[in-house]
């Protein structure tokens, strides 16, 4: 499915963008935790308010994709794809 960018598609790109920085951020802070799981109080609460970050952009993001495949008729998974390739996404391998 080819997908002409518009103002929609760019709109879902920063989207997508913000929704990947703000993850990038909660997956740093987990890399931070040192084997045993443990964190100190600050840790903790990085990591909490990081995912609060994060889910603040990313809901937004699905709940938009979902209006503009349902508006425009179209595949709400091929539009997700389009949209990731677009922000720069490299595709998982399929495993046969």
């Known amino acids: 499915m080819e997908i ?10 920063g989207l997508q ?8 951020a909660v997956k740093r802070l987990q890399e931070e935790r040192d084997d045993s799981g443990h964190q100190t109080e ?9 995912w609060e970050e994060w889910r603040e952009v990313w809901e937004p993001l699905q709940d938009t994709l979902t209006y ?6 179209l595949d709400r ?4 794809a389009a949209v990731q390739k677009a922000a720069g996404h490299v595709p998982l391998p399929v495993e046969d």
């Open 4 to 13: 002409e960018l518009s103002d929609y598609m760019n709109e879902l790109i």
């Open 17 to 24: 963008e913000a929704s990947d920085e703000a993850h990038a």
């Open 42 to 50: 600050e840790q903790r609460v990085a990591f909490r308010d990081a």
């Open 68 to 73: 503009y495949a349902e508006t425009m008729g």
């Open 77 to 80: 998974g091929e539009l997700e």
